[in-house]
């Protein structure tokens, strides 16, 4: 079935440094893969997506890369601020509606 | 708008117990799911549901039940509440057409079996 691998699980940079976490998957079918942020008791919240037809997106200081053919995509985060500390989970579907999630990285900012 | 509302936000069964978490939505939302979150492990799909009437397996179904009899409501049951079954779980629901575009989530419900 669908899996969805996410790695570090836990990632601690100083503030202003770049972070970078990284998602596989196994179902060639997926197309489409977002990234969500959780703040500590609150429910995920949507920060970036993307589609199998396009290879990089970006927002601001967030972004994210896709490799269809090596199955993997990642969330870059640049100039982090003590704000982004937060856990992020990743995820892919394809047209069956099952959304896999990675199990997440927990993202520590240090001022 | 209130969006997601799920009920309750906290939970104590004891073992062998049923009960339903209820989840409505406001948004029209075609696509509805449910998700348990546990530490370590992520979001866990349970069952999802691509429109009314309609109810699939996620990666976790075993011991919950779920029905779509509206477009409004995705409530989730537990048969026979087990330890095992202590987390949080969390609704979310997206628009038509909707695995391919952001979900929204619920509050979430902390759920704790004795």
């Known amino acids: 079935g669908e899996n969805v691998e996410q790695h570090p699980s836990t990632l601690s940079v100083q503030e202003g440094d770049s972070a970078v976490i990284k998602c596989t998957y196994s179902d060639s079918a997926s197309n489409y893969f977002p990234w969500y942020k959780q703040e500590l008791g609150k429910r995920p919240q949507l920060i970036i997506d993307i589609r199998s037809n396009v290879g990089e997106k970006k927002d601001q200081r967030i972004a994210v890369t896709l490799n269809k053919t090596a199955k993997h995509f990642s969330l870059h985060i640049t100039e982090t601020q003590p704000e982004d500390s937060a856990v992020y989970f990743c995820a892919a579907t394809s047209n069956t509606g099952k959304l896999i999630f990675g199990q997440g990285t927990t993202l520590q900012v240090k001022p | 708008n209130a969006g997601v509302t799920q009920t309750p936000k906290f939970q104590v069964l004891k073992t062998g117990q049923s009960m339903t978490l209820q989840c409505a939505q406001d948004?029209?939302?075609?696509?509805m799911s449910w998700y348990r979150q546990d530490p370590g492990m992520g979001l866990r799909l349970i069952h999802y549901?691509?429109?009314?009437?309609?109810?699939d397996q996620g990666e976790v179904p075993n011991g919950y039940n779920v029905s779509r009899s509206t477009t409004e409501d995705f409530p989730l049951r537990l048969l026979s509440a087990a330890p095992s079954q202590t987390s949080v779980y969390f609704c979310a629901s997206s628009r038509r057409g909707g695995y391919n575009s952001p979900l929204h989530f619920g509050n979430g419900t902390r759920l704790t079996v004795t």
């Open positions: 948004m029209n939302h075609e696509y």
């Open positions: 549901s691509v429109g009314a009437g309609i109810t």
